[in-house]
């Protein structure tokens, strides 16, 4: 019979010890995120890249490269195979003609956290967890909620009172066991985490103090490289809070090398931060291997609102190791772009999304994007999440009104 996950055990990002898989685990007793490891000689040995082809469209179909051990206990809502889009409009405006975008708006409970939740809560429930815990900016929870009771669990959720309503309104509609904080996301995790101490059966999940969301963020990689006909593209530009998805995508890239089943070089990856919360753009800049905690973050693309990442060693390191870079665009400019993809391109995403594409225009300005690149911007959720940042203003007609002709037609 063959064999459904070859997850072996979980090292320790930074000091290498090595952990069983086979029982709930958090970080490594040095504080640092454990790595889900697989036998990637045997898998490489007994199957191909071919074989993902003939499976169903969703993140599942790579299950031998995540951590379930058995297929019955997955727990879905259809995630994962979201559409890799080219934007040749807008390529053509920024002078990036080969501009893609893998658009996570798509996914259940509308961003991709939902990758996160599905793999998280899946193993979680496998190993017996019946509670999962976490802080959160908005759509981590509402994702972990959702997917929480899919698979029967319960859930504790914490999250500032300022996070977005629709979050809270998800959480709440979800049946999860909701609190809001005066503060920001680390008061949220302080209070969950001593709340986890007393309760039995509970796990936290905050970002990266479980091994296994990784795993499901990281089969973006897995999907865009795929769907690119088992090739790399130059470039991928990714909205980094947590980093979850980067440190995933370049896990993900690595595995498949190591596999034998692509190879080098890998994608040049870009970290994009918003300028009002940015301290991994000011790590890269410092040539830093950690980050130091950001003072007073701001920013209307709320998903990436994080002023110290956990794994912001693993981040810096995806970035050196790739060539790659770490910048900030302003609120206005993210905003700007977030109109400027849905008029040219018809799609509506979300703010941490089009931070991408306004990184994009800068670095093919600077020089750092060459002609005729292929270069993949990650667009991480549903625009419609964000209805505050989606101002309308229009002439109001009376009833008997009219409009104005004669027609004009759009020219852009
Ligand atoms: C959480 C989130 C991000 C940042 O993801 P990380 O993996 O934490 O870096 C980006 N965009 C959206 C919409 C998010 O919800
Ligand atoms: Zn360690």
Redesign the pocket.
Known sequence: MSVFSYLTDLRCSRCDTRYPADVVQGVCSCGSPLLAQYDLTRLAAESSRAAFGMRAASLWRYHELLPVSREENIVSLGEGMTPLLALPRLGERLGVPALMMKD?GTIPTG???AR?AAVGVSKAAELGVRGIAMPT????GAAWALYAARAGLRALIAMPEKAPAICRGEVAAAGAELYLVRGHIGDCGRIINAAVARREGYQEVS?LKEPYRLEG?KTMGLEIVEQLGWTMPDVIV???????????IYKALGELVELGWMTGPLPRLV?VQASGCAPIVSAFQAGARESSPWPDPHTA????N?PK?LGDFL?LEAIYRTNGCALAVTDAELLAAQREIASTEGTLI????AATVAAIRILRERGEISDGELVVA????AGI?YPETLEATAPLLEPDGQIPGPAKVNSR
Do not use: D, Q, W
Not at 137 to 140: D, R
Not at 378 to 381: E, I, P, R, S
């Open positions: 996570e961003s991709f956290k996160g900016n908005g759509n981590a970002t963020k990714y909205p980094t809070g947590g980093g979850v998805g980067i440190i995933g970290a693309a709320f998903g990436i994080v990442a981040i979300c703010p941490e999304g990650l667009n991480t959720g999440k």
